[in-house]
């Protein structure tokens, strides 16, 4: 199982960022997938979540009403769109497979990361 992000960068305050969450050599529909962050100096914190149901989970309260997390309609991606970034928001970002259908939390597979950084 191989988990790849992609769509990180470096964007004003402000502005948007949308991650993907791609897997190797399988789809993702039989997966919940998590998106988790980890800023410099900080543990790694979880952001947010969709089933294999697309119900959506928030493990952040502070990205509510900015970040919303959604698949693709061939089940293959997993997207992290970001909306008014902040500073605080820098961080690499992590897309990982839940142990359950829905979202546990309990991550298995991890992909490798992609660094956003928000400038002021």
């Known amino acids: 199982v191989q988990l790849v992000e992609s769509g990180g960068g470096l964007v004003q305050a402000g502005g948007s960022l949308r991650l993907s969450c791609a897997a190797s050599?399988?789809?993702?529909?039989?997966?919940?997938i998590g998106w988790f962050r980890q800023a410099p100096g900080k543990e790694r914190e979880g952001v947010l979540c969709?089933?294999?149901?697309?119900?959506?989970?928030y493990y952040s309260d502070s990205v509510k009403g900015r970040f919303t997390i959604s698949r693709d309609n061939a089940k293959t991606t997993v997207h992290l769109q970001m909306n008014s970034l902040k500073p605080e928001d820098t961080a690499v970002y992590y897309c990982?497979?839940?142990?359950?259908?829905?979202?546990?939390?309990?991550?298995?597979?991890w992909g490798q990361g992609t660094q956003v950084t928000v400038s002021s």
């Open positions: 990982a497979t839940d142990l359950f259908y829905s979202c546990s939390g309990q991550s298995v597979h």
């Open positions: 969709i089933s294999i149901n697309d119900d959506i989970t």
């Open positions: 050599g399988f789809t993702l529909d039989k997966f919940a």
